[in-house]
């Protein structure tokens, strides 16, 4: 805008922001997720603003679940459609996963708002637009419950990434494998998900991508000793042990 300049310390920060205001304004974002992405931006300097090292591990475990899943799904709320939706298109192309949409403030206006942007954007299926197919997962107090018969109900495998947890916690029950981006390491998504991404949105599903197109080198059985081998409650610890040694040493601690 007009009033951020090109040099501020903070550009990328503040452009994003502003982009999210305008998503408001176009119906894409809710209200509410300009609240959730400042706790987001929150936590993303207590890790330094990039990809730790030790999330690589949940980035290449989440890219093998869902290359080797049956039925793979990447489900977008206002957020996710918001910061990346090519990227969001371009990792449903590499892992064969199916776009849906699925809204915490859900209405036929976002939906619309969400799938117009998604289509520009390139996606060439969308699920959970179609009222006719809508199925319900009653575990779910909230919109989320309303769900594609086709997609998310049937789903082996569900990307949800920016999540309220309820619904991560209803999937698991429900035997779905379910990966989370969340940059705050403590929120009940991130402990209750079976992969759990500790990093910025906009940085980590690029990174599943190219993980993706690497594994796709590897074969099925290979892919599965990738997942098979990942311990979420083991990389939970590691990120929070990242982010204690970070502050330590910016403290100037000796370790
Ligand atoms: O589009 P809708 O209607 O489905 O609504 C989406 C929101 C995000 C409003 C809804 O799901 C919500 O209220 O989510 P929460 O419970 O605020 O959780 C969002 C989590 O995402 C928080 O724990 C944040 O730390 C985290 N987060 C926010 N922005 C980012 C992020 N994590 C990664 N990258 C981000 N850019």
Redesign the pocket.
Request: aromatic letters at 8%; hydrophobic letters at 35%; charged letters at 25%.
């Given at each position: 805008s007009e009033f951020l300049p090109k040099d501020h310390p903070r550009y990328e920060s503040i452009r994003m922001r502003e982009h999210l205001v305008d998503m408001v304004d176009a119906k894409v974002?809710?209200p509410?997720?300009l609240?959730?992405?400042g706790?987001?931006?929150a936590?993303d300097y207590l890790i330094g603003e990039k990809t730790p090292d030790c999330v690589l591990g949940p980035i290449r475990a989440a890219a093998a679940a869902l290359l080797t899943a049956e039925r793979p799904i990447i489900s977008l709320?206002?957020?996710a459609a918001a910061?990346c939706p090519e990227a969001m298109v371009e990792l449903a192309e590499a892992t064969g996963a199916k776009l849906e949409i699925?809204?915490?403030?859900?209405s036929r206006e976002?939906i619309e708002a969400i799938t117009k942007l998604m289509e520009k954007a390139g996606a060439r299926e969308i699920l959970g637009t179609d009222e006719a197919r809508q199925g319900q997962i009653p575990e779910i107090g909230s919109e989320?419950k309303r769900v594609d018969s086709e997609g998310i109900l049937i789903a082996d495998t569900v990307f949800v990434?920016?999540?309220?947890?309820d619904r991560t916690e209803a999937l698991v029950k429900m035997g779905k494998r379910v990966i989370t981006?969340?940059?705050?390491p403590l929120?009940r998504?991130s402990r209750t998900a079976s992969i759990s991404i500790m990093?910025?949105?906009?940085r980590?599903v690029p990174a599943m991508t190219r993980a993706a197109i690497e594994l796709k080198k590897l074969n099925k059985t290979e892919c599965l000793t990738v997942l098979d081998g990942f311990d979420n409650d083991k990389a939970f610890a590691e990120a929070l042990r990242f982010i204690s040694a970070r502050l330590k040493a910016l403290a100037g601690d000796a370790s």
């Open positions: 974002l809710a509410e997720g609240i959730a992405h706790r987001g931006e936590f709320n206002g957020n910061l699925n809204l915490f403030y859900r976002r989320r990434p920016l999540e309220d947890g981006i969340d940059l705050n929120s998504t990093d910025h949105i906009v980590a």
